[in-house]
């Protein structure tokens, strides 16, 4: 299976970096998530099937509510997830890097399992090993910051606790 995805990905990822998947996934793939989160109970994720996700729970910064993410996330190699606020190369930050920056305490689900985290930006220092790690993961990544003209906010979601609670 391994082979497969990366075969999978290695096709995919050339096309997720054009503008015309730039400018159409933000419309197709969110609601395309959603209908099969209902459809499968939340099992499966077309995200998922090509790399790492995860459901981000984060506080809104201004509302208040809890918002739920579905995020691409890379593993440091120490425990913790490297999310990247690409938003399909927009030229404005994603709404959940301002949420993370005004509340940081956040919880994660991954493969069913709710854990606890704290978000803290990458430093400006890590920032090259923290890309050059998510484009193992995801070939070409990067190019999403270079074609927003913004730098995209790197964070490290640190587990807190084994489990979280229900929020």
């Known amino acids: 299976m391994p082979r497969i995805v990366n075969?999978?990905?290695?096709?995919?990822?050339?096309?997720?970096?054009?503008?015309?998947f730039?400018?159409?996934?933000?419309?197709?793939?969110?609601?395309?998530?959603?209908?099969?989160?209902?459809?499968?109970?939340g099992k499966v994720q077309v995200s998922g099937l090509l790399v790492p996700t995860l459901v981000l729970s984060s506080v809104g910064a201004r509302s208040?509510?809890?918002?739920?993410?579905v995020l691409m996330y890379t593993p440091?190699?120490?425990?913790?997830?490297?999310?990247?606020?690409?938003?399909?190369?927009r030229e404005r930050h994603p709404a959940w890097t301002y949420n993370l920056m005004a509340n940081p305490d956040a919880v994660i689900t991954v493969?069913?399992?709710?854990?606890?985290?704290?978000?803290?930006?990458?430093a400006d220092a890590d920032r090259d090993s923290?890309?050059?790690?998510?484009?193992?993961?995801?070939?070409?990544?990067?190019?999403?910051?270079?074609?927003s003209g913004r730098e995209v906010r790197l964070f490290l979601l640190q587990p807190v606790r084994e489990e979280a609670p229900d929020r």
């Open 7 to 20: 075969a999978v990905r290695t096709l995919a990822a050339p096309v997720s970096r054009t503008r015309t």
């Open 22 to 41: 730039r400018r159409i996934g933000p419309r197709i793939l969110p609601p395309l998530e959603r209908a099969l989160k209902r459809i499968t109970g």
């Open 64 to 69: 208040g509510r809890v918002r739920d993410t």
């Open 76 to 89: 440091d190699g120490r425990g913790r997830a490297i999310v990247a606020g690409t938003s399909f190369a």
């Open 111 to 122: 493969r069913k399992r709710r854990l606890a985290v704290r978000a803290t930006p990458v």
């Open 130 to 147: 923290a890309w050059q790690r998510i484009e193992r993961q995801w070939p070409g990544y990067r190019s999403y910051e270079r074609a």
